[in-house]
């Protein structure tokens, strides 16, 4: 693998490390809701735009007993329903062919080594070249075994010239001891550099546009401290409730489900110093040199720093929703947490005293992921001296957003025409449809495409997803120490939120953006 950036001439704009090399992909727990909504939509996107590598399979691996023909079929309703780009029959004959079914309980040694062999065929008919791909979608308690039975099995060992890898779904874990245990059965068959962790926010393409727009232009870098920079906030807000995976989300709830993940991660994009090259280690390494600076959060500061709320029943864009504790599945007095807002601070030089307030949440009335930079105000000599709180639309903000309708803007003050001096805000404004006039790519399509290509610069590596862990833990312990009944705060579907979120950030004399 070589750390030169190359143009995939496949695809305009889709830079990669490497070439993507053709594998079998072998996924775990195939019937899944991943398999149906993510992957194969992904993997078929890739092949409609031809950037899937000749010859590149998957094998569905998992219980239920089913025929190569049935799973297809299955596959191709689905990605009718879910693909990007809608599917073309013609090309979909080509790329259905390429998917094969396995059925074997995830603990039984002789599964696995059947499947040796019919990888060892596929390899025969579609020259995969003994490489594979195996990407853990099964449910978290199936990880150990399968684990070690390909070990066991020796799939993971490869013949020369062939490699290897292992693509991990999160959750990684459920605090930091889990995940070390989980890191250590992995890295027991697969080289740290054959590990892939997703977050499928890394994946996104504002995430990646983020070290472009920090490092890529002379504009932002000189502001990107403590001296220009007011605060900073983080949201990803959904409108959706739980659905139907009451059984995963019930013991994970928000703070595990996406602050542990996905928003540390762009928290660490924000705040990274730049590193000393585009390697994969180097960027990690600065993230996590941020993840190691957070303030840690315990005891009592949990209750001034940190907000959990849980949704009731409320509605939606006008349409009646049942609350939480309603959900199918949902213990009627559960405790989990549906929202999180929380202020997190840096304590390093470049973000000293620079609160990133993040919030989370689920049944909100907008779904949106956004980043707000907010500058400190201008001085008050010529214009703004009447306008000193960070709360009156006075400053400067930068807003990353991630999803959807992608794009940056900027908040500036610009004089309302007319005889007087009135000053407004107004907003200039970068969308990703309006500028390059394509969708983007979805998060699992580059991901994988990066797997295939042995570029893990887009996955946790092991150091940044157990530091993550050390500072939700903290949060967890704090909580349950307490009794999450004292600081369950409840809000109707629908709302923004719960109160304290608002009183959170209303205490340090600012207000939370308006999506
Ligand atoms: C997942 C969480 O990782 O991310 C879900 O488990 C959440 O609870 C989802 O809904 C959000 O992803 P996206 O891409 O829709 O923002």
Redesign the pocket.
Known sequence: MTDKLIENPLREGLVSRATPGTCAIVIFGATGDLTHRKLIPALYNLAADGDLPPGLSVVGFARRDKTDEVFRQELYDAARKYSRQPVDDALWKNFGSSIYYHRSEFSDEEGYRRLAERLAEIDQERGTRGNRIYYLSAGPDQFEPILSHLTATGLNKTADGAWARIIVE??FGVDLQTAQRLNTEVNHGFKERDTFRI???LG?ETAQNIMVLRFANALFEHLWNHRYIDHIQIT?S?K?G??N?AG??EG?G?LR??VQ??LLQLLCLIAMEPPTDLSADSIRDEKVKVLRSLRRIRGEEVFRSVVRGQYTDGSIDGEKVVGYRDEKNVNPGSMTETYVGLKILIDNWRWADVPFFVRVG?RLPK?G?EIGIHFKNAPGVLFNRDQPSARDGAQNVLVIR??PDEGVSLRIQSKVPGASVRIQPVKMDFRYGTSFGKASPE?YERLLLDAMAGDATLFARRDEVEEAWRFIDDIEAAWRDHGTEKNLAFYPAGSWGPAESDALIEQDGRGWRRL
């Open positions: 999160k959750p977050d499928h926010y996104k990803a959904e959706l739980v659905e995976r995963y989300y994970a928000a489900d996406m993940n996905h689920k779904g992921t991630i999803q998060a």
